[in-house]
């Protein structure tokens, strides 16, 4: 699908202050190379206060610089969503793997947001994210209002998220949790990415095994999360040796695995695993809680 290009808007922060237009964008936005940067540059497609700027040219604190993408062909995506739950207040979509919530790594209008906007009108958006591998409930709202009320119910922790996953091993004991700080941890090909680091956010993630098939040496596990880190339950099931099954991107420790020479490196956006949001819980403003299940795919169970 050919979308209809894009303008890309930052604010420059303090610390770049003083770079070369090259270095700030080769340096923020690390997916394209130092090179394709000076030739989007030098072909007009970067501005500041409308005026075209050059790769050598010197950007200020709090500049607002744009960068206007021409239209690209996006990505194939699964793209069939369908509402499990609808009110005056909130939608909660059923997320296939694969489809991006929000706009990024080169999806603009194959994304969630995007169908979720054609679909009931521009003010809705989600109160939460899913990875792009991941797939199950989704929660949207559909004013700025009812944003506010469920964001805040997200910061104070009163939302229930349960997941099912497929992961590596049998091992594991019945039931544990796993408390490892995440935060930014060093990624060469990336520059950084999430992981368990010990200067990072708080983070508890609850496990459960529901199934451990010996064959395959992989285990069905039921997981609670009390707080929303990038990646938490990635990175805390690798953490205690137990990676998602197919997980391209996390190995055992909580940190990224790194690539084989020649071999190309996995973004965090990366498929090939099964996690699942299979049940959401929301507070209600009547005081009563939403409780919505998304059925799991082929190979979860409930």
Known sequence: MRNGGYTFRDRVPGRSDGMTVLDFYAGTYLRADREEWRRRIEAGLVARAGRILSAGDLVAACDSLEYSRPPWDEPDVPLDAPVLYEDADCLVFHKPAGLP??????CQDNTLLRLAQRRFGTDVRPVHRLDTGTSGAVAF???????????????ARRVEKTYLARVEGISLPDRFTVEEPIGRVPYPPLGYVSGVTPDGKPASTRVDVLLREVVRDESIVRVAIATGRNQQIRIHLAWAGHPLAGDPLYGPGGHPRLPAP?????????????????KLVLPRRDGERLVVIAPPPDGLIA
Do not use: I, M, N
């Not at 919530?101 to 080169?106: D, E, H, N, S």
């Open 101 to 106: 919530v929000l706009p990024g790594a080169g």
């Open 141 to 155: 709202a559909r004013s700025t209002d009812a944003a506010r009320l469920l964001c805040r119910a997200f910061a």
């Open 262 to 278: 020649g071999e190309a490196p996995a973004k965090p956006g990366d498929c090939g695993y099964q996690l699942h949001a299979w």
